[in-house]
């Protein structure tokens, strides 16, 4: 009698956590009926494949100091270095956060290559010239650590929460995607005056890639899951001339009504998110990759390497069902996709 009791009240509390997350409540209902079709239990989900972001101590890079001889020189008075230099020696500018540091590195590269328009002074020329090389140098690693360590982004990198992206509520996420493709857009190649500062508050309150990440992640643990049962299943499911149809026919119900009528859209709307973000990820890859080349995060998310896996779980749960219905000779007609 305990032990039932016990059995009732774990199941209870585990539909209790899945029934408050609509995703993962379609995702399990879809496991548990192809399991009682056949009359067999659900496999275990597999392990998690998502990726933390990594901890700001492992993960930020170190920055050598600048110094600058003859910085009150009269010339970089009058081309603005002085000043600039002089409000970053401020004791408000020794705490800025990450994202004003990484505005004033750009403030400083635009006005450093003014100023060598400007100055006559051929010992101040080398001297600039050597400043503008090693900040030039420095700038990958200011905007890795802006990417990594700084508050707004960290959280637009991690999951708000250990939900899914819900399926039927629309996921706001036009300003920070705005955001991060104008960050995306940064480079000491190309410096312009933009106002880097304003990208940081729709970065941190629209928290749109670390739920896209997460849900992505668990949608691929949940469909390879869910495709290996139905594999181990498959000999179970008998088809063919004068065999009863019943146990097919169920199977196929539930095709359509749980995998067409419900998972699949949500597979559909995460993919379509991810094509939003993937400019900018690439983009983001791309910058970060000489700077940080072993970096899992990177790769996982910026690179593409878990959206890829997301694909191929995708790709493999249909082959199955266009394999078994062909199996069973039965029409499938357009409502199944890879």
């Excluded at 408050?20 to 056949?38: E, G, I, K, M």
């Excluded at 508050?151 to 399926?167: E, F, H, M, N, Y």
């Excluded at 199977?251 to 939003?276: C, E, M």
Aim: glycine share 4%; charged share 20%; hydrophobic share 40%.
């Amino acid at each position: 009698m305990l032990r039932l009791l016990t059995i009732t009240l774990l199941a209870h509390l585990l539909s209790g956590c899945f029934g408050t997350d609509p995703a993962v409540q379609s995702f399990d209902t879809y496991q548990q009926r192809l399991a009682n079709v056949v009359d067999t239990d659900p496999l275990v989900l597999q392990e998690s494949i998502f990726i933390a972001l990594p901890r700001k101590r492992d993960a930020m890079l170190p920055i050598d100091e600048v110094r600058m001889g003859l910085f009150d020189a009269y010339e970089l008075r009058q081309c603005g270095l002085f000043q600039l230099i002089a409000e970053r020696n401020s004791i408000l500018g020794k705490v800025q956060d990450a994202f004003h540091q990484l505005d004033y590195e750009i403030q400083l590269l635009n006005t450093l290559a003014g100023c060598l328009s400007l100055i006559e002074d051929p010992t101040l020329i080398e001297l600039l010239e050597d400043i503008q090389d090693q900040k030039n140098q420095q700038f990958a690693r200011v905007y890795w650590n802006t990417l990594i360590g700084s508050d707004a982004w960290r959280k637009q990198l991690t999951p708000p929460s250990t939900t899914l992206i819900t399926p039927d509520t629309p996921f706001p996420h036009s300003e920070a995607l705005l955001a991060i493709h104008r960050y995306s857009e940064i480079s000491h190649a190309t410096l312009t005056n933009m106002d880097v500062i304003a990208l940081q508050e729709s970065i941190e309150k629209q928290r749109y890639l670390g739920a896209l990440f997460y849900s992505m992640d668990e949608s691929t643990r949940w469909l390879n899951t869910i495709t290996q049962q139905l594999k181990r299943d498959d000999a179970l499911v008998i088809c063919g001339a004068n065999r009863n149809q019943t146990k097919l026919n169920y199977v196929r119900n539930v095709f359509d009504t749980f995998f067409i009528g419900a998972v699949q859209p949500y597979l559909s709307k995460l993919n379509s998110l991810y094509l939003d973000a993937q400019p900018s990820l690439d983009a983001l890859h791309r910058q970060v990759s000489a700077t940080v080349p072993n970096s899992d995060f990177n790769s996982a998310y910026f690179g593409g390497e878990h959206y890829r896996k997301f694909q191929t779980s995708v790709k493999d749960h249909v082959s199955y069902w266009q394999t078994l219905f062909a199996r069973c000779q039965m029409e499938i007609g357009n409502s199944i996709k890879k």
